[in-house]
Every structure is written in C-alpha cells, then in structure tokens.
C-alpha cells in the first residue's frame, strides 16, 4: 500500500513561517500530481493547494493566495508547501495526496493520502 509522509509541521506565531515537505514511494512519486488539504478542528478537510507532475497547473484556495507557495523536486521525489504570513485560522492538520492523473482541488480525486501534520498558529 502506498504511503506517503509528511513533516515540516509544528508551533509557530501568526506571521511566521513553516514549510511542509511530503515525500512518496521513489521515481513513481514524481508522475503524479500532488495536493494538500487542510482540516482544522470541528471543520471538513478542505483543499489547499495542487501541483501537476511537471510542476505546473498549479491552484490555490483563496484564501492562502500570495502567503503560501507549492513547488516540486521530482529529483529527490518531494513536494513543499511553503507557508508564510500565517495566521490563527490556518491551524489545522495538513495531508498531501497524490493522484497518477491531473492535479485536482477536490479530495475524492486522490488515490493516496499520507497520514497528515499539525501545524498550529499561535502567540
């Protein structure tokens, strides 16, 4: 089964910054599109960001545009999630998941899904 893993999580003030890194199964991990999702406490997992194999067709949620950035080193088979001005409201546990086909905002496109990271946002 394949099992993906992310790290990069952790405490940190509003305004600062984390980068999460999400790293699958070898050379078969950099053809598939990659998302991360979000769930904060009593709330659905709700998309954050996707990035094609080839690094591009990449989306975000609104609410993330301009602080966060998503990118891809097919070469050492990881995809980052580079977090910055966070704020309170991005507190939640972040998963990526891959897909074989195209990048995709919605969650029930995703064949694997790692077993998520907490970051949390707090003074």
């Known amino acids: 089964q394949v099992q993906l893993e992310e790290s990069g999580g952790g405490l940190v003030q509003p305004g600062g910054s984390l980068r999460l890194s999400c790293a699958g199964p070898?050379?078969?991990?950099?053809?598939?599109?990659v998302g991360w999702f979000r769930q904060a406490p009593g709330k659905e997992r709700e998309f954050v960001a996707c990035?094609?194999?080839?690094?591009?067709?990449?989306h975000y949620t609104d609410s993330v545009k301009g602080r966060f950035t998503i990118s891809r080193d097919n070469v050492k088979h990881a995809v980052y999630l580079q977090m910055n001005s966070l704020k309170f409201e991005d507190t939640a546990v972040y998963y990526c998941?891959?897909?074989?086909?195209?990048?995709?905002?919605?969650?029930?496109?995703?064949?694997?899904w790692g077993q998520g990271t907490q970051v949390t946002v707090s003074s």
């Open positions: 070898g050379r078969t991990f950099s053809t598939w599109a």
């Open positions: 990035i094609a194999w080839s690094g591009g067709n990449i």
């Open positions: 998941a891959a897909v074989s086909g195209g990048a995709a905002t919605t969650e029930d496109m995703y064949e694997y």
